[in-house]
Each structure stands twice: as structure tokens, then as C-alpha cells.
């Protein structure tokens, strides 16, 4: 006889549940960098004593290319095992999952400009490029939270788990 699949026991249901929970977690981190990254920038431009204004200072630059490599990996995590384990598992979110594969592209473009402006001896660009990345951002972790969190709390297995 085949191995059946077996019923979450209470413990493994509590874990499973933890996925859409960690995702809002994950997200919540995400949404605080860049509002730091942002307020940083502004006292940036705002801030008169700075010696040289054009210059992005060393904190700020090391702060965003933290934040660019956590907000990758977090996209290349999800391309490569959530979202293929989505669509096998909910055909019906394969219209969701292509918006926001697409919106992983929209955002790779972006945090490649906004690394290029980072790295730029006087960054006029910075502030603009981390501008449209943060409105980006937000809206597709609204989209993301929306449509996923519920379906990750459902789960009743998930691989590797």
C-alpha cells in the first residue's frame, strides 16, 4: 500500500501556520529599512554640515547595499522554491504569482540602479532611484501579504518541512 499522506499533527499545524506569519515578519523588516534608508537620505540632502553633500556618506552607502542583498535574497527565495511550490500546489494563483515574478523583475531593475547610484562618486540619483524601489516595494508586499499569507497559513505541508 502507498504511504498516505498524513494529518498535520498540532505541533507541525502550529509550524505551517508560521509560514504566512513569518513572510508578514520578513516583510515588516523589510518595510523598516527602507523607511531608515529613506529617513537617512533625507537628513542627507537636508543636512548642511555635511562636508561635502553630494557625497554618500559610508554608513548610508553600506546600509543600502545591505538592505539591496537582503531584498535579492529574499526575492530569489521565493522565485526559486515558494512560488514554484505555490503554483503546483494552487493552480488559481498563477495569475498572482506571475504579477509578482514580475514585480521581482520590476524591483531587480531597480535595486541594480539604485546599487549603481549608491556606488557613484556624487549620487544625484539616489534619492529618486530609492524613492520609486520603496513605492515599488511597499506595493507589492501589500499584493504579496494579500493574496499569500492566507494561502501559507492553509498549508498542510510544504517541501523540505
Do not use: W
Not at 19 to 39: K, V
Not at 109 to 136: Q, Y
Request: proline share 7%; with cysteine; glycine share 2%.
Amino acid at each position: 500500500m502507498p504511504d498516505q499522506p498524513h494529518a498535520a499533527t498540532a505541533s507541525e499545524r502550529s509550524r505551517l501556520t508560521a509560514f504566512g506569519d513569518h513572510l508578514i515578519t520578513l516583510h515588516d523588516e523589510l518595510r523598516r529599512d527602507i523607511a531608515a534608508l529613506r529617513e537617512e537620505a533625507s537628513r542627507l540632502s537636508a543636512d548642511g554640515d555635511i562636508p561635502d553633500p553630494l557625497l554618500l556618506p559610508e554608513r548610508l552607502h553600506s546600509h543600502c547595499l545591505s538592505f539591496c542583498e537582503a531584498l535579492d535574497a529574499h526575492h530569489t527565495t521565493e522565485d526559486r522554491s515558494v512560488f514554484p511550490f505555490l503554483a503546483q500546489e494552487h493552480p488559481e494563483l498563477s495569475e498572482v504569482l506571475d504579477r509578482l515574478t514580475s514585480d521581482h523583475r520590476i524591483m531587480a531593475s531597480l535595486l541594480a540602479d539604485l546599487r549603481k547610484a549608491a556606488a557613484t562618486p556624487s549620487a544625484p540619483d539616489f534619492p529618486t532611484d530609492l524613492e520609486r524601489l520603496s513605492v515599488e516595494l511597499i506595493t507589492h508586499l501589500e499584493r504579496e501579504e494579500h493574496y499569500l499569507v492566507p494561502v501559507l497559513n492553509s498549508l498542510t505541508h510544504f517541501p523540505g518541512h
